[in-house]
């Protein structure tokens, strides 16, 4: 057994303490009439697509045709252009909000903080409106640069409160062996914080990704834009339940995606050495510190 998994053992124990007889058949029955409740909506919810002939040929055949599926094809690969773009400038944005709100010089602090409580408090779908309406910017970067904005902001609190949940005797004890301040959140506070930050970071993401559907609202041919497309196109009745029935699975299925990526990432960070800690030796005269040469 590695040190890990017995560390591991010996916190779990410490920590929780294995139910009993009759907590396990609480337990049991609780999840008995959770499992009864979800069957029965799910039941109830397929007897009312079938009472209103939603699986009938006619609301499904056109989804066959090469125009319709091409089209939202293209939506998808849309809303991912734009997942992409706001997900990487949020994370640079956040990462130098915090890096302000952490300095030592007052004025830069008072003005990142400024800009993370003004955008963390606007609604993202304001700043879309305001950058596409009155700035006259392209959907595209209109909707990339509000969705960053706030993301952005957002990200930079958690980047903030991972670095500051880092003991501070780390902190103090790297700055005693004479690092500086770049090595030290760099070899010192950041891998550390990372394993507290990613669960946050995914949600935000997450966010993000589902955010990008307000895209339609200022005309970009998004994943949603293009099913609205279809549902005021296609000619038979209630058009709208196929297209939901199949654009939810898909944006469903993108963020279990985004969850499984985060939960690989911890797993690697787990068993990775540059995540764990290390005994430092004393540094002698002459000692090389990380980052020195």
């Avoid at 039941?43 to 697509?49: A, C, D, E, H, I």
């Avoid at 952005?152 to 670095?163: C, H, K, M, N, P």
């Avoid at 760099?186 to 507290?196: G, I, K, M, N, W």
Wanted: charged share 15%; net charge positive.
């Amino acid at each position: 057994m590695t040190a890990h998994a017995l560390r591991g053992d010996l916190e779990s124990t410490a920590l929780y303490d294995l139910p009993g007889p009759r907590a396990q058949r609480r337990h049991f029955l609780y999840g008995t009439a959770s499992t009864v409740i979800i069957l029965g909506l799910l039941g109830w919810l397929l007897y009312l697509l079938f009472d209103t002939d939603q699986f009938t040929a006619a609301k499904w055949t056109p989804f066959e045709y090469e125009g319709i599926q091409e089209l939202l094809l293209k939506g998808l690969g849309n809303t991912l252009k734009a997942f992409a773009y706001a997900s990487v400038l949020s994370l640079a944005l956040g990462a130098v909000l915090a890096t302000g709100r952490l300095s030592a010089h007052r004025p830069v602090r008072w003005l990142c903080t400024l800009c993370v409580e003004f955008f963390r408090a606007m609604p993202v779908l304001v700043m879309i409106f305001f950058i596409f309406v009155a700035l006259k910017v392209q959907p595209l970067p209109a909707l990339v640069a509000g969705l960053t904005l706030y993301n952005g902001s957002v990200l930079a609190e958690v980047f903030r409160t991972g670095i500051n949940a880092v003991d501070r005797g780390q902190r103090e004890a790297a700055y005693a062996l004479g690092m500086r301040k770049t090595q030290v959140m760099s070899y010192v506070l950041a891998p550390q914080a990372v394993r507290a930050m990613m669960p946050a970071i995914i949600s935000q993401l997450v966010v993000a990704l589902k955010d990008t559907s307000l895209g339609f609202l200022i005309t970009y041919e998004e994943f949603l834009h293009a099913g609205k497309l279809i549902a005021s196109n296609l000619d038979y009745d209630l058009p709208f339940i196929p297209v939901v029935m199949i654009i939810s699975p898909i944006y469903i299925g993108m963020c279990m995606l985004l969850s499984w990526f985060a939960t690989r990432v911890a797993r690697r960070q787990r068993r990775s050495p540059k995540t764990d800690a290390v005994d430092i030796p004393p540094a002698g005269p002459g000692a090389v510190l990380p980052g020195q040469v």
